[in-house]
């Protein structure tokens, strides 16, 4: 199970191809592609499928043997997007002796220092040119070598390097993509490098090539570490490792010989990292006009009733992943609650509510690791560190779902290279099996 974790996570530098590999997996285990455009037509039970948004968004799907209106919808929510560094347009900066670099700039909030010094790559989309304007085609693309760089200042130009340094996000983030070795590379590397990469898949013409939205990722592979193997390295651990937990649970569901008694859903939305307040983020109606025709579809007779009394009667577990305790950091954290890595999965409280979970709810995922074996631990903030959100409450702003929000022990939140637990990954999706098979 854990190799699967591995490569998914090499597999998906960015949301949009953490998006196509999940349709990927959906797609072998028959789940049909829902085009929004379309009506969804008359929904029976084991019936399964999934819907995208802006490529960086997707909602499974597996319908329950129970009326939506009668069992509502068991749903795990996580996010495919990571702090990391978008390429800006124009972004060739040529310098002396023909060095370039690549104007940048920051998306979400990652730890700017864990990005120096390491092998770089790029991965996103491309949007080429269709049949009219208003419908162009999207190529993804992934660099499947090390490509950049950023390099840090020598300690002898900066003495005070390990007293703290105050980077700026314009000047000192820049990676090195190259050195031009003829006049005609010159603004033309990144190009280059983009037709050369998207001929691999298809013929593409540079002229065809309108935009793209292309970001930095670390090119070194996701690896386990430790005298017993038992922590895993890797970036974005935050949120693929849950994406990728609810996936392997949704699919575990599957793979028995009845349909599950309660509608199961896994969303996985973009940009919770800048606030979620787009079309595929959790902000959005999206999923809740989805979630609306899956329940009327069902019944002729409630219409809207049919949805309102769903969402009664659903539970949503938001799975973003938590702080583990940091052994050389034992005072930032709460006195009396540590939760460690390999712990199991961890419950978040706030008592000013950036996080959905309470008493109730709690109580819920604490019953259901339970039942699957799995201990759970529990995490609050110490009460002078602000602590950060997630879309657990975004979601419910729109959805007033009953829920929880968890996540799996990491350390090291938002570096270009986070730290799991090998157990965590086999506790989170043991648990989320449990979840989608209970009524
Ligand atoms: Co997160």
Known sequence: MLPRLLHFLDASPVNFLAVKNICAELESASFRRFNPQEPLGTLRAGDRFYVTKNDSSVYAFIIGQQPIADAGFHMICAHCDSPTFRIKPNAEITCEGGIVKLNTEVYGGPIMSTWFDRPLTIAGRVIVRGNDALHPNTLLLHVKRPLLQISNLAIHFNRQVNDGVKLSKQK?????????????ERGNLLMNTIVEELNRQQPVRREDILDFDLYLADATPACTFGIHDEFISSGRLDDLSMCFAGLEALLATT??????????????????????????GAGSPF??????????????????????????????????????WHPNYSEKYDPTNHPVLGGGPVIKFNAAQKYASDASSAAVFAELCREAGVSCQRFVNHSDVAGGSTLGNILASSLPLRGVDMGNPILA??????????ADHLYAVRAFTQFFNNR
């Open 172 to 184: 000192d983030m820049l990676p090195i993509i190259g050195m031009i070795t003829d006049e005609l």
């Open 255 to 280: 793979r028995s010989e009845v349909p599950p008694a309660t509608t199961n859903v896994l969303a996985i939305f973009d940009n919770e990292e800048t606030g979620s307040q787009t079309k595929q």
């Open 287 to 324: 999923l809740a006009s989805i979630l609306q025709r899956i329940a009327m579809s069902q019944s002729d007779t409630l219409g809207m009733e049919a949805f309102y009394q769903a969402v009664e009667r659903s539970f949503m577990v938001s799975a973003d992943n938590a702080h583990a």
């Open 413 to 422: 939140m938002h570096s270009c290279r986070e730290t799991g637990a090998v």
